[in-house]
């Protein structure tokens, strides 16, 4: 699944290939992932990309396309003579002889299309917390999130109404830098604990950012474009490998039906 190094990415390749073209016909072959009138773009420019933690936003016109990728989504940028693949679900055709489209082989992406004013508002947009860079994301906004929390600190870093961006393999990755169980309450995380977790989510974010995120399974920015931070990734998919701090086995466990990785004697309950 892309998190928020990858869609940035996403968001910087597209801006160099359709930043300015306009949308000449749109090709809906499965309507089901839509929510609004995505007709209202035809004839409209792409003015600007940006991004809300994983969510890209699509500013045209006057009209925003709002779109989640979720685990398998894709955009390609291609020629529009290059016959349609199976999992292609909307083909924007554009000004230029080429097409946007989007692909996604397990369907569970999504797309909204509201008028641009209205973008911050909607409530997929607005119940999102703070972005890992966000300067206003510290130890105080963090432990009034967590307290009272009985789940564990796994599933509440993957919860997008705390730290907006982060999937499973960086929570992964902050836990294991922060020298935290994956298990622990979040009522029960120090002061010191949230701070390394913030510290950590801006860290990794940033780096995996840099080395244009991580390939794993299916992520590509774009056709042809993999990133590399899956070479740097410390103990996400390492189950069975000895641990880099001390050399314990890594194990894997699952937790709300996603592999967790963690080091049992570096990362304390
Ligand atoms: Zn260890």
Same mark, same amino acid.
Not at 16 to 29: A, D, F, H, S
Not at 245 to 251: Q, V
């Given at each position: 699944?892309p998190e ?29 992932m839509?929510d609004?009138n995505?007709?209202l773009?035809?004839?409209l420019t792409?003015k600007?990309i940006?991004t809300?933690?994983?969510?890209l936003i699509?500013?045209l ?6 779109s989640?990728?979720?685990m ?7 020629d ?5 693949e199976?999992?292609?679900h909307?083909v924007?055709?554009l000004?230029n002889?080429?097409?946007l489209r989007y692909? *996604?082989?397990? &369907?569970f992406g %999504? ?7 209205d973008?911050?508002?909607?409530? /997929?947009?607005? +119940? ?7 300067k206003d ?13 009985n789940?564990?600190?796994k599933?509440l870093?993957l919860?997008q109404t705390?730290?907006?961006g982060?999937?499973?393999i ?8 922060a ?6 309450k979040?009522k029960?995380?120090?002061?010191n604990?949230a ?6 989510s801006?860290e990794?974010t940033?780096?995996?950012?840099k080395w ?6 299916s992520?590509t920015?774009?056709?042809?474009v993999i990133?590399?931070?899956? *070479?740097?990734? &410390?103990?996400? %998919?390492k189950?069975?490998?000895n641990c ?5 086995i890594? /194990?894997r466990v +699952? ?7 963690y ?7």
């Amino acid at each position: 699944m892309p998190e928020i190094a990858e869609v940035r990415v996403v968001r910087d390749t597209l801006k160099k290939q359709i930043l300015g073209r306009k949308i000449k016909k749109i090709n809906v072959l499965y309507p089901k992932m839509i929510d609004g009138n995505i007709n209202l773009l035809k004839g409209l420019t792409f003015k600007d990309i940006k991004t809300v933690g994983k969510w890209l936003i699509f500013d045209l016109d006057k009209f925003s396309l709002l779109s989640h990728l979720r685990m398998e989504g894709k955009y390609f940028y291609e020629d529009s003579k290059t016959p349609i693949e199976k999992h292609t679900h909307v083909v924007f055709s554009l000004d230029n002889g080429y097409d946007l489209r989007y692909n *996604d082989t397990r &369907k569970f992406g %999504k797309m909204i299309i509201c008028d641009t004013s209205d973008v911050y508002d909607l409530k /997929e947009i607005k +119940k999102l917390g703070l972005e890992p860079d966000n300067k206003d994301l510290n130890e105080a906004y963090l432990l009034e999130k967590l307290k009272n929390k009985n789940k564990c600190i796994k599933d509440l870093l993957l919860d997008q109404t705390i730290i907006n961006g982060l999937g499973n393999i960086y929570a992964n990755e902050v836990l294991f830098a922060a020298q935290i169980s994956p298990f622990k309450k979040g009522k029960d995380i120090t002061k010191n604990e949230a701070e390394n977790i913030i510290k950590f989510s801006k860290e990794i974010t940033d780096e995996a950012y840099k080395w244009g995120g991580s390939s794993i399974k299916s992520y590509t920015s774009s056709l042809g474009v993999i990133g590399s931070y899956q *070479d740097f990734l &410390k103990i996400h %998919k390492k189950e069975g490998e000895n641990c880099p701090s001390c050399n314990t086995i890594i /194990e894997r466990v +699952k937790i709300s039906g996603r592999s967790s990785y963690y080091c049992k004697n570096c990362q304390h309950l």
